[in-house]
């Protein structure tokens, strides 16, 4: 699939809004509550897949600007940066995360904004591209027990952090 700039920056916009708002909805204690993770993985928090998330979206947007990636992530594999993550913003509080998440965001949209419309179009891309911008927090449901009220909400959270597809959640 070919993208246009303005499609691809109005999904940018559309996931971060939902995501900010659940952000906002956040009670202390659902900042802390553990997530669905392999026992082999860094046990995660909710505020923990949220840093995962924002990293990859401002890596992202370093790639998109041909920067290279940082030095302290070169020759590391996902599991291993997820690990540095994990172990440099555990100990941080939730504001610091969220403020991360919405500096990147700027950085996400001025990055966006800079690229000509023909560099979104020049080949052929998943349809889920840029996955850290568009659909990436979609793979990440850790949220959703804590805070999702809207069909919409529902959409943007976890598969992926614990290594495959959820099965629907029976709710009584």
């Known amino acids: 699939m070919r993208h246009k700039k303005q499609e691809v920056i109005a999904r940018t916009r559309r996931e971060y809004a939902i995501l900010d708002r659940l952000v906002a909805r956040l009670r202390a204690a659902d900042w802390k509550r553990r997530v669905p993770r392999p026992p082999t993985r860094d046990p995660w928090t909710v ?29 590391l ?19 610091e995360v969220v403020a991360w998440h919405r500096r990147v965001q700027r950085e996400v949209l001025k990055t966006l904004a800079a690229n000509p419309p023909e560099w979104f179009s020049r080949r052929q891309r998943s349809p889920r591209w840029p996955l850290d911008f568009d659909a990436h927090s979609a793979d990440h449901n850790e949220f959703e027990p804590v805070v999702l009220q809207t069909r919409e909400e529902s959409l943007i959270i976890l598969r992926h952090v614990i290594g495959r597809p959820l099965e629907p959640r029976v709710r009584n």
């Open 47 to 75: 505020k923990d897949a949220l840093a995962h998330i924002v990293y990859w979206k401002e890596h992202s947007a370093r790639v998109f600007r041909g920067e290279r990636r940082l030095p302290e992530m070169r020759g």
């Open 77 to 95: 594999d996902v599991p291993q940066i997820n690990g540095l993550i994990y172990r440099r913003w555990h100990r941080r509080r939730p504001a």
